[in-house]
């Protein structure tokens, strides 16, 4: 199984970016999906998730009204649309899937998520 996820680059604070997310190797229209992101130092941290059917989501306070995850037609693609980016958004942004498929509850937290792929480095400028 591999995630790969794309579309990252160097962008001006208040720039939009669209990232996705590609899987490949299993079928993972039953499982939720999450984006997550590392800035240099820090920890791994969760940004949005949506569930196995796209219709409940989940966004970090830092990210609500800005960003957007979505599922694509395909089932092992998500996106995650990113409006009015600021300084602080900079971190390599990673995709992963829910370890159990239909979860009744959308889970955010990276502990539940596994088969990270390659990261995106999303740089934005002040």
């Known amino acids: 199984v591999q995630l790969q996820a794309y579309g990252g680059g160097l962008v001006q604070t208040g720039d939009s970016l669209r990232l996705s997310c590609a899987a490949s190797?299993?079928?993972?229209?039953?499982?939720?999906m999450g984006w997550f992101r590392q800035a240099p130092g820090k920890e791994r941290e969760s940004v949005a998730a949506?569930?196995?059917?796209?219709?409940?989501?989940y966004y970090a306070d830092s990210v609500k009204g800005r960003f957007t995850i979505s599922r694509g037609n395909a089932e092992n693609t998500v996106y995650l649309q990113m409006n009015s980016l600021k300084p602080e958004d900079t971190a390599v942004y990673y995709c992963?899937?829910?370890?159990?498929?239909?979860?009744?509850?959308?889970?955010?937290?990276?502990?539940?998520?596994?088969?990270w792929g390659r990261g995106t480095q999303v740089t934005v400028s002040s």
């Open positions: 992963a899937v829910d370890r159990i498929p239909v979860r009744l509850e959308l889970r955010h937290n990276r502990d539940d998520y596994e088969y």
């Open positions: 190797g299993r079928t993972f229209g039953s499982y939720a």
């Open positions: 949506i569930n196995w059917s796209g219709g409940i989501t």
